[in-house]
């Protein structure tokens, strides 16, 4: 129980890798706050039934006006904010194609969410992070900007400016106590891939061959690095990138 008592905000918590981080983390001990713009009743249901304490609230991430209320309930909840995971992101719904051939529309969403919505959340609850002297943010990024991947030009640039924001973000709040990591994931089986026929078609075989560990990639073999990051033993890590992806890509 590592995390006995910490309060955990987990945007996009309700289905996929973002349920079962937050799940992860309330078996640790967290109060988790579920944030996600398609509802959380379900699975902050579920995961009451299960003994774990956990509230929902309806946040689009990319609204300055809705994460600001998103902090405010968590406080109002549980009484502070200790961790803050970003996983909220657009991607199963992205069809791959030639970079010419994105909508400007389209483009500008995947910015807004992923990262704009990143900007905000860790905006929101770093005073509250300063007010009790330390916090922890944990941001998904992914393997695509580090190898380069082509057809998801947008998806890729923005797991690219993730990765920056959280080197950049590390130095400047390092200072109070909070420290900033992110997580890169390879394909991983979630609940959106697995009903986007389109990249399980394009993606999964050849991904698992190109990996050390020749298998398929699940939200749970995330839930480890997520746990790492928010308890106490990486007390001294800030800035980082560290890639989950069987051994496909290496630094």
């Given amino acids: 129980m590592s995390l006995k008592d910490k309060v955990a905000i987990v945007t996009g918590g309700s289905t996929g890798i973002g349920r079962t981080l937050a799940e992860g983390l309330a078996s640790e001990g967290a109060k988790i706050v579920v944030a996600d713009i398609a509802g959380s009743e379900a699975a902050v249901k579920e995961m009451n039934q299960k003994g774990f304490q956990a509230v929902g609230i309806k946040v689009d991430v990319s609204s300055p006006e809705e994460t600001e209320r998103m902090a405010q309930e968590a406080v109002r909840a549980f009484g502070h904010i200790d961790v803050l995971v970003n996983n909220a992101g657009i991607y ?63 998806y890729t640039v923005s797991k690219g400016a993730v990765i920056a924001l959280t080197r950049a973000l590390a130095k400047e709040l390092g200072p109070d106590n909070i420290l900033v990591n992110a997580i890169a994931p ?34 749970e073999d995330v839930v480890g690095a997520v746990k790492f990051f928010a308890g106490p033993e990486s007390g001294f890590i800030t800035g980082q990138t560290l890639i989950i992806d069987g051994g496909s890509y290496f630094n």
């Fill in 186 to 219: 390879g394909f991983t089986l979630s609940d959106g891939v697995l009903r986007s026929e389109v990249q399980l078609k394009q993606f999964r075989e050849l991904v698992v061959k190109s990996r050390s560990l020749m298998r398929d990639q699940y939200p």
């Fill in 92 to 154: 199963t719904t992205l069809n791959p194609g030639p970079f010419e051939k994105i909508p400007v529309s389209e483009w500008k969403r995947v910015m807004d969410v992923n990262v704009m919505g990143v900007f905000l959340c860790c905006r929101t609850v770093v005073g509250e992070m300063r007010r009790n002297q330390g916090g922890r943010i944990i941001n998904l990024a992914s393997t695509t900007p580090l190898k380069g991947t082509p057809f998801f030009l947008h």
